[in-house]
C-alpha cells in the first residue's frame, strides 16, 4: 500500500506533467485516498518529502556538473567531479588553484569543471566576461591560471595584456565579451551558487554533489579522499 501511494504522490504532486494521464474524477479520488492514509501515517509523508528533496538535489547536481558551457578538465566520465565556484578577485580562489591544478595533474579519475561567481567587484566581472569569451580559442585554462595569478588591478588593459600573454586573440574575445550567452550564464551560475549557500562565498566547491564552503584544504582533501572511497566501493 506504501509503495503505492508513493507513486500517486509523485505522479501527482511531484511531476503535475504525469497527472494528465489521469481525467478529473480519477485525479480527485486518487488524492482522497493519499490524503486519507497520509493523515493516519505522517512518518510516510515524511519519507516521501525526504525522497523528493533527495531527487530534486540530484537533479540540481545533475545540472551544475554538466552545463556544456563551462570549461572543465579531467575524463567525461570520471566518477569523481569537482565543482568550483570562483571570483578571480578573490584571494582565497588564488590559494586554491594550486590544490585545483594539482589535482587536474594527478587524478585521472576525477574532472574538474570552473564556474565563474565575479561577486567581488566590477573587475571581477570584467575578467569573467573576458575569460567565458576566450574560452572557444582554446586557451581558457592558460588564461585563467594568469588571471589567478596576477595581484595588480585587473583594468581592462591588464587584462587583455594577460590575454595576448596566454595566446588569446583580444580583438576576437572583446567582440565577444558582450553576448547575451554569457551574460546568461554567470547569471545561471549565481542562481546555482545561491541555492547552494544562501549567501555564497567564494570559493564554493562541490565534491559528487557534497558542499564545501571556502578554501579549506584539509577538509576538501578529506571529502576528497571519502568520495574516492565510495567511488571504488560503488564499482566492485
Not at 564556474?115 to 566576461?129: F, G
Amino acid at each position: 500500500m506504501a509503495r503505492l501511494l508513493f507513486s500517486l504522490f509523485f505522479a501527482l504532486f511531484a511531476a503535475p506533467a504525469s497527472a494528465q494521464s489521469f481525467n478529473a474524477q480519477e485525479q480527485a479520488e486518487i488524492r482522497a485516498v493519499v490524503r486519507e492514509y497520509l493523515v493516519r501515517n505522517p512518518d510516510v509523508l515524511r519519507e516521501a518529502l525526504d525522497a523528493l528533496q533527495e531527487r530534486t538535489e540530484s537533479e540540481r547536481w545533475q545540472a551544475i556538473k554538466s552545463d556544456p558551457r563551462d570549461f572543465s578538465m579531467g575524463p567525461a566520465n570520471a566518477p569523481i567531479v569537482i565543482v568550483e565556484f570562483f571570483d578571480y578577485r578573490c584571494g582565497y580562489c588564488h590559494a586554491a588553484l594550486e590544490w585545483v591544478s594539482d589535482i587536474a595533474r594527478t587524478r585521472n579519475d576525477v574532472r574538474i569543471v570552473l564556474k565563474e561567481l565575479p561577486i567581488l567587484s566590477e573587475q571581477s566581472m570584467e575578467a569573467a566576461r573576458a575569460a567565458l569569451a576566450a574560452r572557444p580559442q582554446g586557451r581558457y585554462w592558460a588564461f585563467h591560471q594568469a588571471l589567478m595569478a596576477e595581484r595588480s588591478d585587473l583594468t581592462p588593459e591588464r587584462i587583455d595584456a594577460l590575454a595576448r600573454r596566454s595566446g588569446i586573440d583580444v580583438t576576437r574575445m572583446r567582440r565577444a565579451m558582450d553576448s547575451p550567452d554569457i551574460i546568461a550564464l554567470l547569471e545561471q551560475n549565481r542562481a546555482h551558487a545561491v541555492n547552494i549557500a544562501t549567501n555564497p562565498a567564494t570559493p564554493l566547491f562541490m565534491i559528487n554533489g557534497q558542499v564545501v564552503s571556502g578554501y579549506n584544504r584539509p577538509l576538501l582533501e578529506q571529502r576528497l579522499r571519502e568520495v574516492t572511497r565510495e567511488a571504488r566501493e560503488a564499482r566492485r
